[in-house]
């Protein structure tokens, strides 16, 4: 199976200032045919499901506002959330749809400072 | 607008089985697959396994096989999701999540959870 590990497990970050999350994959998810890589990011708050961010490392899912970015390639993956709002407090997780089973990082928990 | 509505809370003992329902609605439900994914009190997210809607294939991950199931039912747009012989562990809010072929198969939108109890 395919491990991602994230850091921090959780970071506190001013309100207005950046929060970078990193992702690390124990192979490559870059699908070579495509050049895609096959991973995504999601924000869950509590008690509400995931909610799809990022997908192919950099692609912003629909409605989600541009202070979210994704970056990486291959086995190295951040999540940036530029501008921290209140409603950004929530668990961030990475995940490799390359192949199954799929797979998520540990999670890491955004707060405000 | 795409909507995944899963079954209510379940209570269960130890050895019984669950069935936990995610019907779709605001899209051709037979055109797209789903994962099933469970997260555990406190903890993070565990994939399960994935149904193909058209087809009724399945595959399901090492740790549950033989102890889960996936169905789909296209006359109402529902997948269904069996455990049998339920362990305390697990205990989880379990997740339907429909996957969008048109960006690398990523869970896109998921259902509100369910969450099942298990215990004497």
Known sequence: ?113 | QVQLVQSGPEVKKPGASVRVTCRGSGYTFSSYNFNWVRQAPGQGLEWMGWINTYNGNTKYSQKLQGRVSMTTDLSTDTVYMDVRSLRSDDTAVYYCARENFEAGSVSDFWGQGTLVIVSS
């Open chain 1, 1 to 113: 199976d395919i491990v991602m590990t994230q850091s921090p497990d959780s970071l506190a970050v001013s309100l207005g200032e950046t929060a970078t999350i990193n992702c690390k994959s124990s192979q490559s998810v870059l699908y070579s045919s495509s050049n895609n890589n096959y991973l995504a990011w999601y924000q869950q708050k509590p008690g509400q499901p995931p909610k799809l961010l990022i997908y192919w490392s950099s692609n912003r899912a629909s409605g989600v506002p541009d202070r979210f970015s994704g970056s990486g390639s291959e086995t190295d993956f951040t999540l940036t959330i530029s501008g921290l709002q209140a409603e950004d407090v929530a668990v961030y997780y990475c995940q490799q749809y390359y192949t199954t089973p799929e797979t998520f990082g540990q999670g890491t928990k955004v707060e405000i400072k």
